[in-house]
């Protein structure tokens, strides 16, 4: 049976494995979530917060705990995937939906750095500093794949724009070409080979490094991470790009197969190796 597919975040949703009910409820999980926090829809949820003018605002419990589960993102990969960045974003030229950002554009604006760590919780309240604007795409459309894949009886998969969570296992490609068999976890790509722009003539992305505002320098195009769940795949996969040379490393110490592209080049860490020699075995 081939898989169904449908758009939503800004992207092909495929799902395998899903009776008529089980597609319908996935469909909704991802219209619920991208009603909720997409920063190009007025009426979002994320929207009203960012434009609250007091230090606290009352928010929906979903979008308290999908916050609460991005700063915990946040203190997890010390400040590098940070909730809190969606000014820099805006500054970069990011201020709409992506397919309305064709041709060249003014020169980026000026930014401004995360606050993540004055950010808190209380039941539905969210304090914050004025003015401050959430992006909750580091942990939204990772966290929808997981939730999707949970609404199947049996085995299946859900993929969302490099995102992917299979429930038994399933045959994965792979963007530098190639596949793998994932069982029962999550596989996550971030890169900037897909969502780049022009500002004042330079090339401008989304993954925007919370140590300076701006767009990262990583060395690397894209990376690949696996994990025990799509969200945790997605965080890691942006933490180790924001890290440059240090990211296979880091992978490595918390555990984490991980491959790396740039121009062509492949660098799997020692995980990523050792999984695809077991796999093998």
């Not at 069982?183 to 890169?191: C, E, F, P, Q, V």
């Not at 993954?207 to 990583?218: A, F, K, Q, V, Y």
Request: overall charge negative; proline content about 6%.
């Amino acid at each position: 049976m081939s898989p169904d597919r449908f758009s939503a975040m800004g992207a092909e949703v495929v799902v395998g494995g899903a009776t008529p009910s089980e597609l319908e409820a996935i469909e909704q999980l991802f219209a619920t979530l991208e009603q909720t926090f997409s920063r190009f829809r007025p009426d979002s949820e994320l929207n009203r917060v960012n434009a609250g003018a007091a230090e606290f605002v009352a928010a929906s419990p979903t979008f308290v705990r999908v916050l609460a589960l991005a700063l915990d993102a946040a203190r997890r990969t010390d400040g590098l995937v940070d909730p809190t960045l969606g000014a820099a974003i805006e500054a970069a030229g990011y201020d709409r939906d992506f397919a309305e950002l064709a041709g060249d554009g003014p020169p980026p604006r000026p930014t401004a750095l995360g606050s993540w760590r004055h950010v808190r919780i209380a039941g539905r309240l969210v304090f914050r500093y004025p003015a401050t604007k959430f992006d909750l795409n580091c942990v939204v459309k990772g966290l929808a794949v997981d939730a999707a894949v949970n609404e199947l009886a049996g085995n299946g998969f859900v993929a969302a724009g490099g995102d992917i969570a299979v429930r038994g296992a399933a045959a994965v490609g792979l963007p530098g070409g190639g596949s793998l068999t994932l069982r029962n976890g999550g596989l996550a790509t971030s890169g900037t080979t897909a969502r780049r722009w022009l500002r004042g003539g330079a090339v401008q992305h989304h993954l925007i490094d919370p140590r300076t505002g701006r767009p990262s320098t990583s060395p690397w195009q894209e990376v690949t991470v696996a994990a025990g769940s799509c969200v945790e795949a997605d965080v890691a996969a942006k933490a180790a790009f924001l890290l440059g040379d240090e990211g296979p490393a880091w992978l490595d110490e918390h555990g984490l197969p991980g491959c790396f592209r740039t121009a062509g080049v492949e660098v799997a860490n020692k995980a990523w190796r050792e999984a695809l020699e077991l796999a093998a075995a």
